[in-house]
């Protein structure tokens, strides 16, 4: 997993920007599945500064938060772009990416499911929502949890592993702040087994166009 790295950025390096996390990828990209949830010097190089880099062969999967989205895909950082617009891009560049969205859950997409759309709803029924601080982090680490026992990920894999973060992310909403508890293996489970009817419409996949209306909304509430 790859986050956040500020000798990337033009700032701190600027004839040889974004050289950190292309040394990584390139040198170890293949030996295992990569999550990448770049940080602050990364994304304000941009998309097409990293489509350049040629990385994006060696990511498995990309994690943003709404905020990160936008702006890593907005040419102007004064205009950020739309929601679906930055889900069409990731489907027309073939991306498997997941897009966490705070209290309203995540977005998605399979480079191999260029027709679908992953909703995954957020898991907040049966327990008090304290503090969403950490949630994207802890999204991220139960994503990773279930994707390092795979070789690939596959569609059925990457949904799976979706379901696996909703609930992590649930779980951390449950304490205060980012690190004010660390939950075991058996406090996971007995939190998923709380969620156990909710489970059922954990997550949901959709064709773009039947998504659209939901994600554009999802956009508007989230501003």
Same mark, same amino acid.
């Given at each position: ?17 974004g ?11 293949t030996?295992a599945?990569t ?14 500064f ?11 999967v ?5 905020r ?5 895909f ?7 772009r739309p929601?679906?617009s930055?889900v ?12 966490t ?6 977005l ?8 679908s ?29 279930y994707l390092c026992?795979h070789?690939?990920v ?5 949904q799976?592993?979706?379901e696996?973060g909703?609930?992590?992310?649930g ?8 690190v004010?508890?660390?939950p075991?293996?058996v ?5 998923t ?7 059922r419409?954990?997550t949901?996949?959709r064709?773009p ?7 554009? *909304? *999802? ?5």
């Amino acid at each position: 997993m790859i986050s956040h790295l500020q000798s990337d950025g033009q700032h701190l390096n600027p004839e040889h920007p974004g050289s950190c996390t292309r040394f990584i990828l390139e040198r170890f990209g293949t030996q295992a599945i990569t999550l990448v949830n770049f940080g602050m010097s990364q994304l304000q190089l941009g998309f097409d500064f990293w489509k350049r880099q040629g990385v994006f062969r060696h990511i498995d999967v990309l994690q943003f938060n709404l905020r990160e989205a936008k702006l890593f895909f907005s040419d102007n950082l004064d205009a950020r772009r739309p929601l679906p617009s930055i889900v069409d891009t990731l489907r027309r560049e073939h991306l498997t990416a997941i897009i966490t969205l705070d209290r309203f859950g995540a977005l998605g997409v399979h480079r191999a499911l260029t027709d679908s759309v992953i909703i995954a709803w957020p898991a907040v029924e049966g327990f008090d929502v304290k503090d969403p601080t950490g949630a994207g982090d802890a999204f991220a680490a139960g994503v990773m949890s279930y994707l390092c026992e795979h070789d690939r990920v596959t569609p059925g894999a990457f949904q799976s592993a979706i379901e696996i973060g909703r609930i992590w992310a649930g779980r951390a909403c449950s304490s205060m702040g980012a690190v004010g508890e660390c939950p075991s293996q058996v406090d996971l489970r007995e939190f998923t087994r709380s969620l156990e009817i909710d489970r059922r419409r954990a997550t949901e996949v959709r064709i773009p166009h039947h998504a659209r209306e939901i994600i554009s *909304l *999802l956009d508007i509430a989230f501003q």
